[in-house]
Nanobody
Framework: VQLQASGGGLVQSGGSLGLSCAASGSIFSIQIMGWYRQAPGKQRELVASITNGGTINYSDSVKGRFTISRDNAKKTVYLQMNGLKPEDTAVYYC??????WGRGTLVTVSS
């Protein structure tokens, strides 16, 4: 399966953005889907993940602000980001399973 992330852009602090990750094939059998991000000069980190059974995990830095969801029928995983902060500025990547990464989408939050 190939992944294509979209929805990044420039937003002011406190604003919202929604990211989408569309898969080229079925994600029904993929147990876990996730969003990661990498800020300049920093390591890639997990933002949020969601299993097929609906178990969700968020990093402490985004809890209460970001929401991950998946639609297996549409082969898409979403990340709704509210209350954005300048420190959320990063390239955001989606991941399917253990090894499949999509190309990133840049999110820039201005102060």
């Amino acid at each position: 399966v190939q992944l294509q992330a979209s929805g990044g852009g420039l937003v002011q602090s406190g604003g919202s953005l929604g990211l989408s990750c569309a898969a080229s094939g079925s994600i029904f059998s993929i147990q876990i889907m996730g969003w990661y991000r990498q800020a300049p000069g920093k390591q890639r980190e997990l933002v949020a993940s969601i299993t097929n059974g609906g178990t969700i995990n968020y990093s402490d830095s985004v809890k209460g602000r970001f929401t991950i969801s998946r639609d297996n029928a549409k082969k898409t995983v979403y990340l709704q980001m509210n209350g954005l902060k300048p420190e959320d500025t990063a390239v955001y990547y989606c991941k399917a399973g253990l090894y499949t990464w999509g190309r990133g989408t840049l999110v820039t939050v201005s102060s």
